[in-house]
């Protein structure tokens, strides 16, 4: 860190000039009063200046100290942040920490996330072009895995001087074979196509741009010829479908339905006979004695 004096009227003034000249954050401005104003004894011996000593950190400590008090806000606990700075290139490594699937996330995810904040925090500085962000080690790993099926591919490209045009990647991916580029002077890199997934050409650095685009066919010229008119398409043959049964006229189907339907004679009902009510004693006597009373 940087230790720079300023002097003023008031302590409150000096550190708020300070703050706007350097654009320093809070978590980031430790300073040291070293001499106070006063009005003395009775106007004697008075001090009207005040003094006061500020340690402004380099741009590497900057983005650590932001870092740190990202994952503090976070809830994430961790022992300290390494930073490392190759070219305009800072790297964090974030060691120590207790839950490291919370801040590694799935495939990755959080720590994306967390590296993105801290290059959007910082990417109006010219200083630093980029920001990449590790967690006990976890890119290192990966990138290991990943740059080992392409490390025979990258050293034919320097013996062979051809270059190598790879498979569509996720930015992710492509930065990965960026900086395993960057550190060799001998290879370049080019960025092709459009969307989110693009190819990387890896060439050799005494080739140039135009003859690497010429020869993987990139940039592909203006068609100047007159368009071929549209050629009639062919009828394509319906699929043979089952025949649909044939209807028959409306006057013969009332035909067909009584022919077909014979008409149901409504049921009736036979009734059984009443039983005869049988005679009484006084009618059998009378019947036996002919009619006649007794």
Not at 203 to 218: G, P, T, V
């Amino acid at each position: 860190m940087n230790t720079i004096d300023r002097s003023g009227d008031s302590v409150e003034e000096i550190i708020r000039k300070f703050r706007s000249e350097h654009s320093i954050s809070d978590h980031e401005l430790k300073y040291e009063i070293i001499k106070k104003p006063s009005k003395g004894f009775f106007g004697l011996f008075a001090n009207k200046i005040a003094l006061v000593r500020f340690q402004l950190p380099e741009n590497q400590d900057r983005v650590r100290l932001f870092t740190e008090t990202l994952l503090t806000k976070m809830g994430v606990s961790f022992g300290k942040v390494i930073s490392k700075t190759e070219a305009k290139t800072l790297f964090l490594t974030i060691e120590g920490v207790a839950e490291p699937g919370f801040v590694i996330g799935k495939n990755g995810s959080m720590l994306e996330t967390i590296q993105y904040l801290i290059n959007r925090a910082f990417e109006d500085d010219r200083t630093i072009e980029r920001i990449y962000v590790d967690a006990d080690g976890y890119r290192a790993r990966r990138e290991t895995q990943f740059l080992n099926r392409y490390i025979s591919d990258i050293k034919k490209v320097k013996i062979q001087n051809k270059s190598l045009t790879l498979e569509p990647m996720n930015p992710g991916e492509r930065r990965i074979i960026h900086r395993h580029i960057e550190g060799d002077k001998g290879l370049r890199t080019l960025t092709v196509g459009e969307g989110e997934n693009k190819r990387i050409v890896i060439f050799s650095s005494k080739q140039k741009e135009s003859e690497i685009r010429k020869q993987n066919s990139l940039d592909k010229p203006e068609d100047t010829r007159s368009p071929k008119p549209d050629r009639a398409r062919r009828p394509q043959r319906p699929s043979p479908r089952k025949p649909a049964p044939k209807r028959e006229p409306a006057e013969n189907k009332a035909e067909v339905e009584t022919v077909a339907k014979p008409e149901r004679k409504p049921r009736v009902q036979q009734r059984r006979p009443r039983p005869k009510p049988r005679p009484n004693k006084a009618q059998e006597q009378a019947k036996d004695s002919g009619g006649k009373d007794i």
